[in-house]
């Protein structure tokens, strides 16, 4: 099946901070999406992107899909405790009927 | 608020018990999934409905059961389960079975004693 390489793991950062994270394929994908998972909750959709080179902001986030389409990026800035929790990347390969693949999720921590 | 609403958050049952989960989504959509996730672990997709037809079943052992009565509706009959089945059950909902941007519900909490 598809692969989505999600990175970093986990990070640890102070209040205020920026964060970057972000996700590759080594297919090509039609859609990217990025998800916010508090703990005990569902993902929460956050930003969609739907073409290549696609950059979209939803306040403090902003995230990008990968002129090659291959690639997703997701930033936080002035980042504050509530943006702790797992965020994943998912993705709809090219391949006609391919089902939405997901990203092993990056653990934020954001220290007060 | 997401649209997509689960009952019971958290359920404790025992290996020889049945229980259901439900979900409802208020979103006008035509596709619902059920998928599983366990500590440590991409999300899992158990099955897909479209148009209350199931699509897609991936491998999920029997003890697990769907049903999809409505496109608003879906429900995952559960009995003799094992421990290793307790996890996060989500169910979401999409515009189209192919799936290409779906909604989340709140989950529920799954323990098997």
């Known amino acids: 099946g598809q692969q989505l390489n999600q990175s970093p793991q986990s990070m640890f950062i102070q209040e205020g901070e920026d964060v970057s994270m972000n996700c590759t394929s080594s297919?090509?994908?039609?859609?990217w999406l990025w998800y916010k998972q508090d703990p005990g909750e569902g993902p929460v959709l956050l930003i969609a992107?739907?073409?290549?080179?696609e950059l979209t902001s939803n306040g403090r986030l902003t995230a990008q899909f990968g002129i090659t389409r291959k690639d997703s990026f997701l930033n936080i800035s002035a980042s504050i405790p509530s943006d702790v929790g797992i965020y994943f990347c998912?993705?709809?390969?090219?391949?006609?009927?391919?089902?939405?693949?997901f990203g092993e999720g990056t653990q934020l921590t954001v220290n007060p | 608020e997401t649209g997509v609403t689960q009952t019971p958050r958290h359920l404790v049952m025992g290996m020889t018990n049945k229980k259901s989960l439900k979900c409802e989504q208020h979103?006008?959509?035509?596709?619902m999934y059920w998928y599983k996730q366990s500590a440590k672990k991409p999300l899992e997709l158990m099955f897909v409905?479209?148009?209350?037809?199931?699509?897609e079943n991936n491998s999920v052992p029997s003890r697990f059961s769907p049903e999809c009565p409505n496109s608003s509706h879906l429900f995952l009959h559960l009995h003799t389960l094992q421990p290793e089945d307790s996890a996060l059950y989500l169910c979401?909902?999409?515009?189209?079975?192919?799936?290409?941007?779906?909604?989340f519900g709140e989950g529920s909490w799954l323990t098997v004693v």
């Open positions: 297919s090509i994908f039609n859609t």
């Open positions: 409905y479209s148009l209350e037809e199931r699509v």
């Open positions: 979103l006008g959509h035509n596709a």
């Open positions: 998912a993705g709809q390969p090219e391949t006609s009927g391919s089902r939405l693949t």
């Open positions: 979401a909902s999409s515009t189209g079975y192919s799936g290409n941007t779906i909604y």
């Open positions: 992107l739907y073409k290549a080179g």
